[in-house]
T-cell receptor, first 115, second 115 residues
């Protein structure tokens, strides 16, 4: 069975602070993909990043960075110098290859960035 | 180009009534997914359509839920005899299956409230 755990339900930071959102996953498949989505108050899920299970190279995109570690089954997301516009619910998701390739989501972390 | 669209944006219904939710995927996307986002349950997969293949209905919570996809494009999710626990945001996503690894693009969702 596949499972994604986002242990942090809510996080509140002050603008310009760095914040890390944790994601731990479970799967028995050797080929899988990990995702992060952002859901702002408007409600629409916005794709942020996709990583495959064979690529553990960390990625940086502007103020966003992702740390994928297969040894700990984690795919953590860090926002550097947070801004009020980063306030949203962030979802980590897992998808295995084959079949319907549905996404298995964590329950999300609500991030509030205060001015 | 146009993204995934869903209608209605909001729906309020009385317990016991039937509702239909519509999803228009991105043009050319052959795969279509329905997910449900409810408080305390996070995002849950409901059903998946891929071309002319039999849909993956493994996520439908009960036989009151059904979905169809006409002409390989528009999809309708029907909930019969709605219950209060059906209140949730219903999200539709589509993906272009000629590409790997099938990134899913989400619509804005339909917020369903069953009174």
């Amino acid at each position: 069975a596949q499972k994604v755990t986002q242990a942090q339900t809510e996080i509140s930071v002050v603008e310009k602070e760095d914040v890390t959102l944790d994601c731990v996953y479970e799967t028995r498949d050797t080929t899988y993909y990990l995702f992060w989505y952002k859901q702002p108050p408007s409600g629409e899920l916005v794709f942020l990043i996709r990583r495959n299970s064979f690529d553990e190279q960390n990625e940086i995109s502007g103020r966003y960075s992702w740390n994928f570690q297969k040894s700990t089954s984690s795919f953590n997301f860090t926002i550097t110098a947070s801004q009020v516009v980063d306030s949203a619910v962030y979802f980590c998701a897992l998808r295995t290859q084959g079949g319907s390739e549905k996404l298995v989501f964590g329950k999300g972390t609500k991030l509030t960035v205060n001015p | 180009g146009a993204g995934v669209s869903q209608s209605p944006s909001n729906k309020v219904t009385e317990k016991g009534k039937d509702v239909e939710l519509r999803c228009d995927p991105i043009s050319g996307h052959t795969a279509l997914y329905w997910y449900r986002q409810s408080l305390g349950q996070g995002l849950e997969f409901l059903i998946y359509f891929q071309g002319n293949s039999a849909p993956d209905k493994s996520g439908l919570p009960s036989d009151r839920f059904s979905a169809e996809r006409t002409g390989g494009s528009v999809s309708t999710l029907t909930i019969q005899r709605t219950q209060q626990e059906d209140s949730a945001v219903y999200l539709c996503a589509s993906s272009l299956t000629r590409a790997r690894p099938l990134d899913q693009y989400f619509g804005p969702g339909t917020r369903l409230l069953v009174l």
